[in-house]
């Protein structure tokens, strides 16, 4: 069993889920959003194609007002266009993932918000505020944060390590900031995780050292 540290784990705020996928290489994505992505941030984006997924940092680097739509309500909606640069050093795992997810995006060369690739991917949008994992268990974390997040309003967090990727449903416990500290200390609680995530962090709990 190969021993992990806090470092390796990720954490973020998931704010979009199921987002299709316009266009996408080993350098980074499009993809198409109804609220816009804040430029130069920071987001994790976990890639899902069947049952093969990998989670890599990006930075948004174009976002664009597309068109406006029509919501399954009849509302009008607006549609905003977003371009992701991936900006870690990947491992051999993510790059095999990569390799495996770009075989089936075959599509036109430079796909259109009108322009739909031939095999269907959608990639899963987390927002990366939190700077460092202080501890995780099975039932809670213990992380620091760049904003103060509100006590209460449930939050769906994205836990990633190794390119293994679950979210899970999750409320604060309590948050604090010293005088000098640039950030805050939240402690969360995990609620209702299913049974992938149970799993995950069961397996985390064992390898951490």
């Given at each position: 069993m190969t021993p992990l540290n806090l470092t390796q784990i990720g954490i973020s705020i998931v704010?979009?889920?199921?987002?299709?996928?316009?266009?996408?290489?080993?350098g980074g994505l499009a993809i198409q959003t109804e609220h816009p992505l804040t430029m130069g941030g920071i987001y994790q984006?976990?890639?899902?194609?069947?049952?093969k997924s990998v989670t890599l940092d990006g930075e948004v680097v174009r976002c664009n007002l597309t068109e406006l739509a029509e919501s399954v309500s009849g509302e009008p909606m607006t549609l905003y266009l977003n371009g992701i640069r991936f900006m870690i050093e990947r491992n051999p795992?993510?790059?095999?993932?990569?390799?495996i997810l770009t075989d089936h995006m075959v599509g036109e060369k430079r796909a259109t918000p009108r322009t739909k690739p031939r095999k269907k991917m959608v990639v899963d949008i987390?927002?990366?505020?939190?700077?460092?994992?202080?501890?995780?268990?099975m039932g809670s974390a213990l992380l620091e944060c760049r904003e103060l997040?509100?006590?209460?309003?449930?939050?769906n967090l994205m836990i990633q390590a190794?390119?293994?990727n679950v979210n899970i449903p999750a409320r604060v416990l309590h948050a604090s900031k010293k005088d000098a500290a640039e950030s805050y200390e939240i402690h969360v609680e995990f609620y209702r995780p299913g049974r992938e995530a149970l799993i995950f962090?069961?397996?985390?709990?064992?390898?951490?050292v």
């Open positions: 704010v979009d889920l199921n987002v299709p996928v316009l266009n996408f290489s080993q984006f976990k890639l899902a194609h069947d049952e795992i993510e790059l095999s993932m990569l390799d987390g927002r990366s505020c939190f700077t460092q994992v202080h501890s995780i268990t997040l509100d006590m209460d309003q449930d939050w190794e390119g293994r962090l069961e397996d985390l709990a064992k390898r951490l």
